[in-house]
């Protein structure tokens, strides 16, 4: 399975940056971390679509299985720098494919609205966003050892197994209704 996990976060040394390089070390996957900070602001104009970096976002996802979507929560919501992202996105990447979401938060029991912000968004490119979903606060991670703490791990292989499951199905969703 091609599984792709998007860093979500425009800090270098932001915790979403921890567990989306978590993730792409112990599950294999490809990683288009946005803190690198080269996508510009989205206008629309058509040489945007032909610089490289956004050829190349839009063919990573396109071609990935399914897709992980970190963000941190800033104001209630997904990053500036991911909803960004997802502007140059739409249906020809997402339609119908696996979406996990994570929400990094500051511990004031935030997290929910970017959840749900994600999800809203993703429903716009037509992605199926599956239902387990994670809140990581600060406590989750070793920020030391750039790592997950072992009860955070947990939660992120379960919504790893889910999302495989998912994907395995996607299989036979886009032969039935993508490539009919
Ligand atoms: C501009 C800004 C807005 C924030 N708004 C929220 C918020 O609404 N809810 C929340 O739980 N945390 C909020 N936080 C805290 C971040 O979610 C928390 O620090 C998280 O770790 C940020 O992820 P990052 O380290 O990858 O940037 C905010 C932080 C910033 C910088």
Redesign the pocket.
Known sequence: MNITVI?????K??????VARYIAKQYGCSMIDL?EGTIPLYTGEREQSELKVIQSLKQKVQEADAVILC???????M?GALKNAMDYLGSDQFAHKPVAII?????????I??LTNLRTVSRGVYANVIPKQLV???HCFDREKDTLLPDPEVLVKDMMKELMVYAEAHVSIREKLIQP
């Open positions: 860093n979500g976060t425009p800090r040394q932001g915790r979403t940056g921890i803190s963000s941190p929560e800033y104001h209630s919501g990053s929400a990094c938060a500051g511990g004031g029991k935030g997290g609205n970017c990581l606060d600060p």
